[in-house]
């Protein structure tokens, strides 16, 4: 038969996300099941943001405020600098999708790294875009070989810092190298989702570059404030390139409940801290357990560590499942012997490196 699907649609190869606890319970018919493959919060949501919601509720009857006109005056004020610098997004997810419609023409190119977030490549490919990719150098990325890369048909860079699923990061001096002398006709997006776990000094300030460059800055409340659920993201960058990403965005793309709990959690400053410290001392535990299985490991700013398990890390993953621990493989990612795994609370991070050390 004839397919009367677009013909690159045929091509791509889905997304796959990490499973779900209450289809492994269901599966497998286990009681006990924790998940530490999608780099979410182990703390929960910030409690701030659960009342705010729980407030918001006798509102729903109402469409959400289409310009988020008090969130974006929130962020404004925390980032110094104005809403109209600001676009809100369904999950920084979307703000990849909306991106990629306001910029890039359908005979130009999107450039990224090898192992790097999934979605730049399906979300380009889904809109019939080239995505081409430069290998990443001992897990980062290669940013010099990303700039030689780059040609007349390259619009827009994916850089996300720190990258998923490697945790590595790219210093400031790396990034200013990079921008000095980029083609004025050239975009970079910086993924900033895990921003909140960094702990070294050469980070870049990614939000100075706006004014002067290309640049687009992504942020989420998924990750560090526990809200992957209400899907919240947003984009900040100079107001003629906000404008036109608001153009193209749908008009009640953010959610009622999504608005009110990323006012709430801006505010819910103990939740983050808390969230940090633990991050921190999972992070630890876990380096200290896995050398002592003899275990290579890429360290890692993030809240998740990619694991070299010495053989199929789909295997491993498989194995793990049954006794109740869900991880993420790196299959789809293109690294066979690998799995990540997300730092959880003190209790989840012991299960981990327990079943891990039965299954190996
Ligand atoms: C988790 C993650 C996101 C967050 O996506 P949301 O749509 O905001 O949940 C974005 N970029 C990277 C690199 C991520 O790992």
Redesign the pocket.
């Given at each position: 038969m004839i397919s009367l699907v677009r013909k690159h649609i045929l091509k791509i190869d889905p997304y796959e996300a990490g499973k779900p606890i209450e289809e492994v319970k269901r599966q497998l018919g286990l009681k006990e099941v924790i998940k530490l493959a999608?780099?979410e919060n182990p703390l929960g949501p910030s409690p701030k943001a659960v009342a705010a919601m729980k407030r918001s509720l006798s509102e729903l009857n109402r469409y959400p405020d289409s310009s988020g006109f008090y969130l974006k005056r929130k962020l404004a004020k925390f980032l110094s600098l104005t809403p109209a610098n600001i676009v809100l997004?369904n999950?920084?997810?979307?703000l990849i999708d909306i991106i990629i419609k306001t910029f890039v023409e359908e005979d130009e190119h999107i450039l990224t790294a090898d192992h790097?977030?999934l979605?730049y490549k399906i979300i380009g490919s889904v809109k019939g875009r080239t995505v081409n990719c430069v290998p990443l150098k001992y897990f980062k990325y290669d940013l010099v070989a990303l700039k030689k890369k780059i040609d007349r048909k390259t619009k827009l860079i994916f850089i996300?810092n720190p990258?998923?699923p490697t945790g590595t990061y790219v210093t400031k001096y790396e990034l200013e190298d990079f921008l000095k002398g980029l083609p004025h006709g050239v975009i970079v997006v910086l993924?900033e989702?895990?921003d909140a776990f960094i702990d070294v000094d050469d980070f870049p300030n990614s939000l100075s570059l706006i004014r002067n460059q290309n640049v687009i800055v992504?942020k989420?409340?998924?990750?560090a404030y526990g809200l992957?659920g209400v899907?919240?993201?947003y984009a900040v960058t100079r107001p003629e390139f906000a404008a036109y990403m608001e153009i193209s965005r749908q008009p009640f793309n953010v959610n009622l409940l999504a608005q009110a709990a990323g006012m709430a959690a801006l505010e819910d400053r103990a939740f983050l801290q808390k969230t940090r410290r633990t991050i921190l001392e999972g992070k630890n535990y876990l380096y200290d357990n896995l050398k002592k299985l003899g275990l290579a490991y890429v360290p890692s700013v993030a809240n998740f560590i990619l694991i070299d398990v010495g053989k199929d890390g789909f295997e491993v993953f498989r194995e793990m499942l049954k006794f109740g621990v869900i991880v993420r493989h790196m299959r789809q990612y293109g690294l066979k012997n690998y799995i990540r795994v997300t730092v959880g609370t003190k209790r989840e991070n012991e299960r981990f490196v327990k079943v891990l050390k039965k299954v190996l």
């Amino acid at each position: 038969m004839i397919s009367l699907v677009r013909k690159h649609i045929l091509k791509i190869d889905p997304y796959e996300a990490g499973k779900p606890i209450e289809e492994v319970k269901r599966q497998l018919g286990l009681k006990e099941v924790i998940k530490l493959a999608s780099n979410e919060n182990p703390l929960g949501p910030s409690p701030k943001a659960v009342a705010a919601m729980k407030r918001s509720l006798s509102e729903l009857n109402r469409y959400p405020d289409s310009s988020g006109f008090y969130l974006k005056r929130k962020l404004a004020k925390f980032l110094s600098l104005t809403p109209a610098n600001i676009v809100l997004g369904n999950g920084s997810d979307e703000l990849i999708d909306i991106i990629i419609k306001t910029f890039v023409e359908e005979d130009e190119h999107i450039l990224t790294a090898d192992h790097t977030f999934l979605e730049y490549k399906i979300i380009g490919s889904v809109k019939g875009r080239t995505v081409n990719c430069v290998p990443l150098k001992y897990f980062k990325y290669d940013l010099v070989a990303l700039k030689k890369k780059i040609d007349r048909k390259t619009k827009l860079i994916f850089i996300a810092n720190p990258n998923n699923p490697t945790g590595t990061y790219v210093t400031k001096y790396e990034l200013e190298d990079f921008l000095k002398g980029l083609p004025h006709g050239v975009i970079v997006v910086l993924d900033e989702a895990y921003d909140a776990f960094i702990d070294v000094d050469d980070f870049p300030n990614s939000l100075s570059l706006i004014r002067n460059q290309n640049v687009i800055v992504l942020k989420t409340f998924s990750k560090a404030y526990g809200l992957a659920g209400v899907r919240l993201g947003y984009a900040v960058t100079r107001p003629e390139f906000a404008a036109y990403m608001e153009i193209s965005r749908q008009p009640f793309n953010v959610n009622l409940l999504a608005q009110a709990a990323g006012m709430a959690a801006l505010e819910d400053r103990a939740f983050l801290q808390k969230t940090r410290r633990t991050i921190l001392e999972g992070k630890n535990y876990l380096y200290d357990n896995l050398k002592k299985l003899g275990l290579a490991y890429v360290p890692s700013v993030a809240n998740f560590i990619l694991i070299d398990v010495g053989k199929d890390g789909f295997e491993v993953f498989r194995e793990m499942l049954k006794f109740g621990v869900i991880v993420r493989h790196m299959r789809q990612y293109g690294l066979k012997n690998y799995i990540r795994v997300t730092v959880g609370t003190k209790r989840e991070n012991e299960r981990f490196v327990k079943v891990l050390k039965k299954v190996l």
